[in-house]
C-alpha cells in the first residue's frame, strides 16, 4: 500500500491510538518537510505511547525548523511521563539545540528518574558548552554507574581542563571499560597532568585500555 500524506493524516486524526501509531511509522516514508508538519500536533497526543513515539522522531525531523522544534520539546520536557521527558532530551541532543541548555539542566536537578538524567547527561559533550561542567561532576559522583560512565565521556568533549582531576581517581577503577573510558576522555587533553594519567593507562594490563592511552600520548 502506498503511503501519501492524506492517508497519514488520516491515521493521526483517528480515535485509537494504535492507528496513529501507524501513521507516525509511516510518516518516516513521507517528504521531511510534509513530515514535520504532520508530526507536530501529535507531540502532545493523549496517550503516552503516541507522544513517546512523536517526540523520538523530532530528533530527525525536527531539523525541518529548529525554532519550533526548540519549542515542542521544551514542552516535551515537561511531560508528566519520565519516558517522554527523556525522548525530548535525546531529541535535544541530536538537533544540538543548546539554546534548551538551562531546561536540561533544571530538569535534571528535579527529577528522580535516572533514565531521564542520562538522556540529558548523554549530549552534554557534544554541546561543548562550559556551563555543563557542574552537571557532569555531579553525575559523575551519582553513584549510578550508567550515569558516571556517559559522564567521563562528556568531560573529554567539553575540553575543560577543570574535567582532569576528576577523572583522574577512575585511572584505577576495577572495572576495564571505566578505564578504557577515561582513556578516551583524557585523550582530549595535551596537560602534563592528562600525559602522565595517560602514561599510568598506557601500562594497563587490558590491551584496549592500553592502546587507547597510548593512542591519546603526545609524541615530541
Given at each position: ?16 491510538f ?5 501513521g ?37 525531523l525536527?531539523?525541518?525548523?529548529r525554532?519550533?522544534?526548540l ?5 516535551g ?20 539545540l ?14 528522580s ?38 559522564a567521563?565521556?562528556?568531560?573529554g568533549?567539553?575540553?575543560d ?5 576528576l577523572?583522574?581517581p ?10 578504557y ?10 596537560t ?5 594519567l ?23
Open positions: 500500500m502506498s503511503v501519501d500524506a492524506e492517508s497519514v493524516k488520516e491515521l493521526l486524526n483517528s480515535s485509537d494504535g492507528d496513529r501509531l501507524q507516525l511509522n509511516q510518516l518516516r516514508g513521507l517528504d521531511p518537510a510534509v513530515g514535520f508538519e504532520l508530526l507536530q500536533p501529535v507531540v502532545q497526543d493523549k496517550n503516552v505511547r503516541v507522544r513517546y513515539a512523536a517526540v523520538s522522531q523530532l530528533a530527525t525536527g531539523s525541518q525548523d525554532d519550533r522544534s519549542a515542542l520539546l521544551r514542552t520536557l515537561q511531560d508528566k511521563e519520565p519516558d517522554v521527558q527523556a525522548a525530548a532530551a535525546d531529541a535535544i541532543g541530536a538537533l544540538q543548546t539554546e534548551a541548555f538551562e531546561d536540561l539542566k533544571a530538569l535534571y536537578e528535579t527529577t528518574e535516572w533514565i531521564v538524567q542520562l538522556s540529558i547527561i548523554a549530549p552534554l559533550g557534544e554541546f561543548g558548552d562550559p556551563r555543563a561542567f557542574e552537571l557532569l561532576e555531579d553525575a559523575l559522583q551519582s553513584g549510578n554507574e550508567l550515569l558516571a560512565m556517559s567521563i565521556g562528556a568531560l568533549e567539553i575540553h581542563d577543570r574535567a582532569i582531576g577523572l583522574a577512575f585511572v584505577q577503577n576495577s572495572d576495564w571499560q571505566v578505564r573510558r577515561v582513556a578516551l576522555a583524557l585523550a582530549h587533553y595535551t602534563p597532568e592528562a600525559q602522565t595517560l602514561s599510568s593507562l598506557a601500562q594497563d594490563t587490558i590491551p584496549q585500555v592500553a592502546e587507547q592511552a597510548k593512542a591519546g600520548l603526545v609524541h615530541s
